[in-house]
């Protein structure tokens, strides 16, 4: 699918990649559950976005906005943007 992209998808949702920009993905989380806002519509969201080229990882400011570049190690299933964590925080990792 995506290379390098080593993330499983959580249960009950799965991934897909749709065109951006040149040269980038944007990559898709998609929900199977049914919700009643959207009429029992797929629910999706932004991932992330990749750079087909360089094969770099990019975090979402929003759906249609790429942000910072970010190591694909530091990614969770449920998105590209990294956990801004305190020090206190940290500690207890």
Not at 40 to 59: L, P
Request: glycine share 4%; with cysteine.
């Amino acid at each position: 699918m995506i290379d390098p992209f080593h993330h499983k998808a959580p249960k009950n949702y799965y991934y897909g990649v749709e065109e951006y920009k040149r040269n980038y993905v944007r990559i898709v989380l998609f929900c199977n559950r049914k919700f009643d806002y959207n009429n029992g519509k797929v629910t999706k969201t932004v991932w992330g976005f990749q750079n087909t080229k360089t094969k770099e990882f990019y975090a979402p400011i929003n759906y249609d906005k790429i942000g910072d570049l970010v190591d694909i190690s530091s990614t969770t299933p449920w998105s590209a943007m990294t956990i801004k964590r305190t020090p206190l925080e940290a500690c207890f990792q």
